[in-house]
Nanobody
């Protein structure tokens, strides 16, 4: 079982930027596609970005396309989410996980966009 630890969240003003990190344990981490999800209060968790195992392919939700960039460093077992031009509606707890898997969820990292 892979353990996932998210970090990098915080309070940022609208228009600001943040970079989230997700560290995974275990050598199998680099074998799988990974995704960043977010969940706002009262809403379902949604997938906002995903990246293939080698990092060659990425996909984004329409709501973040052009503002967020997902990347990974398999040597460090880490996936990143660079977020720019942040909006209040981006406020949520952000999680990483392998899409469509039964891997356990980490604790997430809170992102709050507010003036």
């Amino acid at each position: 079982q892979v353990q996932l630890v998210e970090s990098g969240g915080g309070l940022v003003q609208p228009g600001g930027s943040l970079r989230l990190s997700c560290a995974g344990s275990g050598s199998i981490f680099s074998s799988y596609a990974m995704g960043w999800y977010r969940q706002a209060p009262g809403k379902e968790r949604e997938l906002v970005a995903a990246i293939s195992s080698a990092g060659a392919s990425t996909t984004y939700a329409d709501s973040v396309k052009g503002r967020f960039t997902i990347s990974r460093d398999n040597a460090k077992n880490t996936v990143y989410l660079q977020m720019a031009t942040l909006k209040p509606e981006d406020s949520a707890v952000y999680y990483c996980n392998r899409p469509f898997s039964n891997w356990s969820w980490g604790q997430g990292t809170q992102v709050t966009v507010s003036s």
